[in-house]
């Protein structure tokens, strides 16, 4: 599920619980919209988490690049 599903549930379980008066026999409508609220903020908050932790780069240690000097070869002269 992701981040929108979430939201919305909170959104349901928000409109369940506070804005209806709905008598259902056995149901109890506003207990069940404050489930959805919790189990939409318990999962907002993971997927805040896990994504969070997705965004961090470990910098990573880069040698120079190796760059060959043609010049090298003829300044330096070898005497055997």
Do not use: Q
Not at 19 to 47: E, K, Q, S
Request: proline share 6%; hydrophobic share 45%; with cysteine.
């Amino acid at each position: 599920m992701g981040l929108g599903g979430c939201i919305l549930m909170i959104a349901v379980g928000g409109i369940l619980t506070f804005a209806t008066d709905w008598n259902a026999n056995g149901f109890n409508v506003p207990l069940v919209g404050l489930i959805l609220m919790a189990v939409g903020i318990i999962g907002t908050a993971a997927y805040v988490s896990v994504y969070k932790r997705r965004r961090i780069v470990e910098p990573t240690a880069v040698a120079p690049p190796v760059v060959d000097d043609p010049d090298h070869h003829s300044r330096h002269h070898h005497h055997y």
